[in-house]
Every structure is written in structure tokens, then in C-alpha cells.
């Protein structure tokens, strides 16, 4: 049997990763008039870039003995050219999102709508979905029809984690929706103001972001809590490039 609690913090994850994203969505729109085009750019982007281009040559490599050996005997380096790629294709793409697809809208409401799509799409489909079927299955097995043993595997997964592990993948999901839309308005102000340096720190923040959480993800807390500060700090960026983005004055010159 699954924990009550377990499926409980499920629901929430789900709720978070799932459903979250689309509640920002409409509720950002109805306060700060973005585009919608802004968000379906946003999520467009993620989806040529990562879903459907880098996550699969990923998958690829992965298959290849070499690469696999290359992973066990040089995890430290693989863990940042894993990290180094997802910050180029992420940065590059929203930087191609904005240059040449939003290039009449650059304002910093369309930056927020962008970093919604871009994160909204990379929640759910990374977490929401997943967290989806875990709920199902948990209350499959709960009320005691079995399930085919291709599922042996998600159901020992489900009864065995400590409950407030399920937990967490929804409260991560809230940071690191924070941090796309901190990551969006970083190249949105490189694109606007023409300042490539800024589409490079960009992707210097992505990678050491991602190679951190990857040294540390053992220890699960830890990782969660640097993703945490980052979305503090994200936070934080976001209220305050409102008027970076309004009028044409660099952050470096406060």
C-alpha cells in the first residue's frame, strides 16, 4: 500500500507542476496584458530545444557504450558539459525567441509570459506527467486491483520513498519556474538593450546552476536548497528589472 501521505504530497507535486504554470499563466495575462504569443514562444522554444533536440541525442548517447563509460569514469566532467549544454541551448534559444520571434514586444510583461511558457512546459513535462501517473497508479494499487509487472518497478518506488520526498519535486518545480522567468529576462535586457554579454551571463548562470545541483544531488535537501537560493535571488531580479526593461539603464550602472 502507498502512504496516505505519499499520495497526498503527490496530489501537491501534480497541482504544483502541473497545473501551476497555466494558473500563472491566465492570472499574469489578466494582470500584466502580456501576448499570449510570449507564452507559446516560450514553451515553443523549450520544446524544439530540449524536448525534442538535445533531451534526445541525449537519450541516444546514452545507449552508446563509450558514453556510458565516459559517465562512470568522468561523472564530474560529464556532469558539467550535461549542465554547459542545457544552459547553450536554453540561453540560445531564448535568445532566439526574443531577437526574432518577440522583436516588437519586447517589454518585460512578454519577458514574464515568456519565462512561464519556457518553465511552464519544462514542469509539466518533466514532472507534472510524471507525478500525474504516479497519483494514478497510487490509488490503483490502493484500492487492490493489481497492476501488470511492467510496473513493478513504479509501484516499489511509490510504497518504499519517504513521503516528503514526492514532496519536494513539487516545491522545486515552483524554484525553477522562478528561475526560467529570472533566465527570460536576463536575455530579454541582452536582446532589448543589445548587450550580448548579457545572453552569456545567462548561460554562466544556467550551467553553474544545473553542474551544482549535479555534484550535490545525492543529498537531495542540499540540492533542493540551492535551487532554492537561485530562485530567491530570481525572485528578487524580477521585481527589480521592471524598470531595467522600461527604460533603457543598465542594472551595472547602479
Not at 93 to 98: D, K, S, Y
Not at 126 to 138: A, D, H, R, W
Not at 169 to 183: M, P, S
Request: aromatic residues 14%; glycine residues 8%.
Amino acid at each position: 500500500m502507498v502512504k496516505t501521505s505519499s499520495i497526498i504530497f503527490i496530489a501537491v507535486s501534480f497541482l504544483l507542476s502541473g497545473m501551476l504554470p497555466i494558473i500563472l499563466a491566465f492570472t499574469f495575462h489578466r494582470k500584466l496584458k502580456f501576448l499570449w504569443k510570449s507564452v507559446l514562444i516560450g514553451a515553443l522554444i523549450f520544446l524544439i530545444f530540449q524536448v525534442l533536440t538535445r533531451v534526445p541525442i541525449i537519450g541516444y548517447l546514452s545507449q552508446k557504450i563509450w558514453f556510458k563509460e565516459f559517465q562512470m569514469k568522468h561523472f564530474v566532467l560529464y556532469g558539467f558539459l550535461l549542465s554547459l549544454t542545457a544552459g547553450l541551448c536554453e540561453e540560445i534559444g531564448r535568445f532566439i525567441g526574443f531577437k526574432f520571434f518577440l522583436q516588437n514586444h519586447l517589454t518585460w510583461g512578454n519577458g514574464i509570459g515568456y519565462g512561464i511558457g519556457h518553465g511552464g512546459l519544462e514542469s509539466v513535462t518533466f514532472v507534472g506527467i510524471n507525478y500525474l501517473i504516479y497519483l494514478i497508479t497510487s490509488i490503483v494499487i490502493n484500492t487492490g486491483h493489481s497492476l501488470p509487472s511492467v510496473f513493478q518497478p513504479a509501484m516499489s518506488l511509490l510504497i518504499q520513498t519517504p513521503s516528503y520526498q514526492f514532496l519536494l519535486g513539487g516545491i522545486e518545480r515552483v524554484f525553477a519556474l522562478t528561475v526560467q522567468i529570472g533566465f527570460s529576462l536576463i536575455v530579454l535586457y541582452a536582446v532589448k538593450n543589445r548587450k550580448i554579454s548579457f545572453l552569456f551571463l545567462a548561460i554562466l548562470l544556467h550551467t553553474l546552476l544545473d553542474f551544482t545541483a549535479v555534484l550535490i544531488s545525492r543529498n537531495v535537501l542540499l540540492a533542493e536548497s540551492v535551487v532554492g537560493i537561485f530562485a530567491i535571488i530570481s525572485f528578487m531580479w524580477i521585481l527589480k528589472s521592471r524598470k531595467y526593461l522600461e527604460v533603457n539603464t543598465s542594472p551595472m550602472q547602479k
